[in-house]
Every structure is written in structure tokens, then in C-alpha cells.
């Protein structure tokens, strides 16, 4: 049970922070071997571009758990308590079908690719299951979330 709380707490976290740390690494060697010893890597750039293509699938899971991401809030101050839970669920609503479905559709597209990455030789899947995992990752912080939202507007009755 500690494990799947560390894992609910931390797990985009934990993964953004790899990321963006391999991402920066490898930056800097190829440019290191480059302008410094005159001499490149084949995999550097396309290993930066894949780590960078999951670190935004995840962190749009990660601004939904910390409810970071951008939205209007005049129109919802139109409303008394009982309106904004209503509008916050729809607006939750909204966005939960279209994580699911893009989530759905990408499952498609991994499915069907077939070839590998041209320098790294890795299973071009890897790189398309991006937006799979972040999606439903982010699907189940919305469901989180509105939850929350829930349990909030009961508990201030």
C-alpha cells in the first residue's frame, strides 16, 4: 500500500526529473563532442527528442494533479458554490473524454507502426506510446481531481 502511495504522490515526478535530466546530459555531450573534440554522436539528438516527446505527454498529466494548467475563472465567478462544482465537473467532463479518446486513437497508432528509429535502431512504439501513457495517466488525475472536487463541496456543507 506504501508503494501505490509513493507511486499516486510521485510518479510524474520521478519521471520528469529523469527525463529532463537525460535530456540536458545528452544535450550537453553532443555539444561538447562536437565543438570540443570536433566529433558528433548519431543517437544523441534523437535520444533528446524522444525523452522531450514523453516529458510533455507526462507533465500534462502532472499540471492536471497539481491543477496547474491555465483556464478562466471570471466566467465561473458568475456562479454561486453549487454552479462552480457543476461548471468544474463539466469542465472535467470535457477534458476526461478527450484525454480517453486521444488515449484511445494513439493506442491505434502504436499498434499499427512498425518500423524503428533511424539512429538509435529502437522500436519506433516506444516513442508513439507517448501520448498513450501520458493520456491516461492524465485521464485518472482527472477522475482524481473530480473526486476531490466532490468531497470538497460536501465537506463545506
Known sequence: MKVLHWLDKNIE????????????????VQVFMRYILDSSLVWSEELARYAFIWLIYIGVSFGVKKQAHIKVDAFALLF?????????????????????????YSFEVVA?????????????????????????????????QMKIQIQTYKSEE
Open 112 to 144: 499499427n507502426v512498425t518500423r524503428s528509429s533511424p539512429a538509435m535502431n529502437i522500436p519506433m512504439q516506444w516513442v508513439y506510446a507517448a501520448p498513450m501513457v501520458g493520456l491516461l495517466l492524465t485521464a485518472i488525475r482527472i477522475i482524481q
Open 80 to 104: 454561486k458554490r453549487k454552479g462552480q462544482l457543476v461548471l468544474g465537473i463539466c469542465a472535467n467532463l470535457t477534458f476526461l473524454i478527450f484525454a480517453v479518446l486521444l488515449a484511445y
Open 13 to 28: 515526478s520521478f519521471i520528469l526529473i529523469v527525463l529532463s535530466i537525460l535530456t540536458v546530459v545528452v544535450v550537453f
